[in-house]
């Protein structure tokens, strides 16, 4: 699946920003999907996964009171809302499927070599 992600920019702090990734060929039918972002000089992380059949949702302690991952009832999109953004939030936004089912999804969804497929990534940057 070629996934396109959009939505990002330039967002003061305490803003909100929504992202969405758009799978092409009609409804994803895999697994999960997630986001994943990379700050320069930092490791790629997890920031959220939904699993694709009943909306099950995972995320980063950093953002789970904060961030909303949802997809449409189209099964074609996923988004991510982000409310009170800080500086810290900044990096290029990826999201990712996954086709096949795993075990314990909640500890193997946050881990970036789960995911077969990638988007080119979006840019969030969070500054005043």
């Known amino acids: 699946v070629q996934l396109v ?7 003061q702090p305490g803003g909100s920003l929504k992202l969405s990734c758009a799978a092409s060929g009609g409804p994803f039918s895999g697994y999960a999907m997630a986001w ?4 320069p000089g930092k490791e790629r992380e997890f920031v959220a996964a939904i699993r694709w059949s009943d ?3 995972y995320y980063a302690d950093s953002v789970k009171d904060r961030f909303a991952i949802s997809r449409d009832n189209a099964k074609t999109t ?3 809302q ?3 953004l800080g500086p810290e939030d900044s990096a290029l936004y ?7 089912r795993i075990a314990s999804p909640g500890y ?10 990638w988007g080119q990534g979006t840019q ?5």
């Open 5 to 11: 992600e959009s939505g990002g920019g330039l967002v």
């Open 36 to 39: 994943f972002r990379q700050a």
């Open 55 to 57: 909306s099950v949702t």
């Open 78 to 80: 996923m988004f991510l």
């Open 82 to 84: 982000m409310n009170v």
């Open 94 to 100: 990826y999201c990712a499927a996954r086709e096949g």
């Open 108 to 117: 193997y969804l946050r881990l970036a070599y789960q995911y077969y497929s």
């Open 124 to 128: 969030v940057t969070v500054s005043s």
